[in-house]
């Protein structure tokens, strides 16, 4: 069978012997609005390939060239790309179910409004490809080269991207929910208004970056930096902030209701009218911290420890101030009604495990 005379006709006959479509150029076959299922191609070149609104099931690439191909509209379930030359194919409103891309060069590639569910990139090159506007669901990215990757208005749902360094790509507008974003690097950045809800942003680095007004509630950012970081008017109700580091913080306005600040270290943060109804945070230590005006009701300071504290006009009723070693807090016109101090029958049942804390 020639390169020049291959057909539909020909890769029909081959998969019902079957065998793989193998070492042959395609040409300008056209695959628009095709239906392929359970197909192997290995080694095959069909560079410009026109797949538009096709629909493949198990489908295999293998060692393919398949570069600046139009997969606009085309709809995969469970097919597989391995070191294949995907750069500058075109995946517009493009739906991916359980599909993998391994070792694959996709670089320049465009994904405008494609859904990519249940997949994973592994090992691929992502420079310059742009997901703008597109959706990943439950997608792993791991090892990737992400350089100038665009996540513009995308939406990453209970998707997995480790240790990102989210620096050298753009992330305007997106919206990250229940997303593993572990390790990531935004330090410096401007997110400003950034949707990172529920999201496993543990040991993340935020070092400098602005995020006013962005929306991080129920996030999991433990041991996260957040040194010399804007958050104004952010939103981290019910964040989980463990032995997270704050240093030089502005976070006026922060709302921040059940949140977990245990063990976490603030140094020189301003807190001016938080929200912090029954925030704990407990074995906390503070330095010039000012919790002016900041509601604090049912909070809870228990074992914390710090100096030059602010809580001027704060409302601190029912919070709980058991074992605290505060130096210098400023407690003026505070409202204090029910404050809960240190309960020496308590202490006592504690001394165990405190001692085998500082040990």
């Known amino acids: ?55 493949l099931q198990h489908v295999n690439f293998i060692d393919c060239d398949l570069r600046d191909a139009d997969f606009g509209g085309v709809t995969m379930e469970g097919c597989s790309f391995t070191r294949c030359k995907l750069g500058g194919s075109r995946w517009h409103h493009a739906n991916l179910q359980q599909c993998s891309f391994a070792l694959a060069d996709l670089s320049a590639s465009t994904w405008t409004k494609a859904e990519v569910a249940l997949s994973a990139f592994t090992q691929t090159d992502l420079r310059l490809a742009s997901f703008a506007h597109a959706v ?72 400098g970056a602005c995020l006013d007004g962005a929306d991080l ?27 997270s580091n704050w240093n030089e913080v502005d976070a006026a306005g922060l709302s921040c209701e059940g949140a977990l600040f245990q063990s976490a270290e603030l140094r020189k943060v301003a807190l001016a009218r938080a929200r912090a109804t029954g925030s704990v945070w407990d074995h906390a230590r503070l330095a010039d911290v000012d919790f002016g005006r900041a509601v604090l009701s049912y909070a809870r300071f228990d074992h914390a420890a710090g100096e030059r504290i602010g809580f001027r006009h704060a409302q601190l009723d029912h919070a709980s101030f058991h074992n605290t070693r505060f130096v210098h807090a400023d407690l003026h016109a505070a409202h204090t009604k029910r404050l809960r101090g240190t309960s020496s029958p308590r202490l006592a049942a504690e001394a165990r495990a405190l001692a085998l804390e500082i040990a």
């Open 1 to 55: 069978m020639s390169d020049a005379a291959i057909s539909w006709d020909d890769i029909a006959h081959l998969q019902r012997l079957g065998r793989p479509v193998n070492g042959v150029d395609l040409g300008v076959l056209d695959g628009s609005g095709r239906t392929l299922d359970a197909l192997l191609f290995n080694q095959v070149t069909w560079r410009g390939a026109c797949l538009r609104g096709a629909r």
């Open 136 to 207: 990943l669901h439950r997608t792993v990215a791991t090892q990737c080269d992400v350089a100038g990757l665009v996540l513009a208005h995308a939406t990453l749902a209970q998707a997995v991207l480790p240790g990102v360094d989210f620096r050298v790509i753009d992330v305007t507008g997106l919206v990250a929910q229940s997303a593993v974003l572990q390790g990531a690097r935004f330090d410096g950045m401007d997110l400003r208004g950034l949707v990172l809800q529920r999201c496993l942003l543990e040991s993340a680095n935020f070092t």
């Open 217 to 243: 509630r129920e996030a999991n950012l433990r041991q996260a930096v957040l040194a010399h970081a804007s958050l104004r008017e952010a939103r981290l109700d019910n964040a989980l902030l463990l032995e």
